[in-house]
């Protein structure tokens, strides 16, 4: 089921699969800011990654003795959330550890996304709270995609800025989408604007280390722009649409973690650059898409 949310300058659609967002739309101009998921490109929009960012090796892992089998991105972007509306400009979603869970994840967990509107912005708090009686890796990640031109003009009028500018490394991936151990300098133009063409994207998604906490989709000549601001704790960007083809969108995606090193089966208890949350406490995290 979708759900809809508003103030005087933009409409937000949520889905309660995933809490997927489906539309970011100016109450203004009309102006449709989220790619709309056209299946011959990618029939995503938005997912929520918990508890793993990216691909598993072999799509499994291992945790005290035994393995577990999880797919791309985590559970949360496939499950059915309980949604709460909390205002015409606020709504929360939550998922609650189950058996389907268990065979995947073996925590009790409990995972909230909160939606509101500030202005022109969607503001996105995330929590988790760990209900097991022992520590509880995991990672967050978003994963919305954007359309590219939103106004007028190609896709390469388009331009990625960084704010403040910045000197980011690309972790390298092996052909099978997987994190390795070499790193590369990824220079922008005057360290702050990476300009948008299909071929970036040929052997799949960009992912830096060290880039700005503020990203911005622009052209120089149109009006309209969307900006990703996130906390420090999402470390890792990724830049994507899909690879060999002329998409008219791409993805602006902060992660907190990266997938699995090719050819390593993750132990959980291990793997790097994940949280661990004590017994019954909690952990929030807030990010934010604005736009013009």
Same mark, same amino acid.
């Given at each position: 089921m979708n759900y809809t949310i508003f103030n005087d300058l933009i409409e937000v659609t949520v889905s309660d699969v995933g809490a997927e967002l489906m539309s970011i739309k100016s109450r203004k101009d009309g102006t449709e800011y989220l790619w709309q998921g056209d299946p011959a490109f990618w029939a995503g929009r938005a997912y929520n990654l918990f508890p793993i960012c990216g691909r598993?090796?072999?799509?499994?892992?291992?945790? %005290?003795?035994?393995?577990?089998?999880?797919?791309?991105?985590?559970?949360? %972007?496939?499950?059915?959330?309980?949604?709460?509306?909390?205002?015409?400009?606020?709504?929360?979603?939550?998922?609650?550890?189950?058996?389907?869970?268990?065979?995947?994840?073996?925590?009790?967990?409990?995972?909230?996304?909160?939606?509101?509107?500030?202005?022109?912005?969607?503001?996105?708090?995330?929590?988790?709270?760990?209900?097991?009686?022992?520590?509880?890796?995991?990672?967050?990640?978003?994963?919305?995609?954007?359309?590219?031109?939103?106004?007028?003009?190609?896709?390469?009028?388009?331009?990625l800025e960084f704010c403040p500018e910045c !000197?980011?490394?690309?972790?390298?991936?092996?052909?099978?989408?997987?994190?390795?151990?070499?790193?590369?300098?990824?220079?922008?133009?005057?360290? %702050?604007?990476? %300009?948008?063409?299909?071929?970036?994207?040929?052997?799949?998604?960009?992912?830096?280390?060290? !880039?700005?906490?503020?990203?911005?989709l622009k052209s120089d000549s149109d009006p309209h722009s969307v900006t990703v601001e996130v906390p420090d704790a999402m470390k890792y960007l990724g830049i994507w649409h899909a690879p060999k083809k002329e998409a008219p969108y791409v993805c602006i995606e902060p992660w907190t973690s990266l997938p699995a090193y090719d050819g390593v089966v993750d132990d959980l208890a291990s793997k790097r650059d994940m949280f661990e949350l004590s017994p019954l406490a909690s952990y929030e995290l807030i990010w934010t898409i604005t736009v013009e």
């Open positions: 598993l090796t072999e799509g499994k892992y291992t945790f %005290r003795g035994e393995t577990y089998e999880m797919n791309l991105h985590g559970f949360v %972007r496939k499950s059915t959330l309980d949604a709460t509306v909390l205002a015409r400009d606020k709504i929360d979603f939550g998922l609650r550890s189950d058996e389907r869970t268990l065979k995947m994840y073996p925590f009790d967990f409990e995972y909230h996304i909160c939606y509101s509107l500030v202005g022109s912005t969607v503001k996105m708090e995330i929590s988790v709270v760990n209900h097991t009686e022992s520590t509880m890796p995991f990672a967050l990640g978003g994963h919305p995609g954007f359309n590219v031109p939103l106004g007028g003009g190609k896709f390469e009028d388009w331009y !000197a980011p490394v690309q972790v390298v991936f092996s052909d099978a989408c997987l994190t390795t151990d070499e790193r590369a300098e990824f220079p922008l133009e005057d360290g %702050r604007r990476l %300009r948008l063409r299909h071929d970036l994207f040929d052997r799949d998604a960009i992912v830096l280390c060290g !880039a700005s906490h503020r990203v911005s």
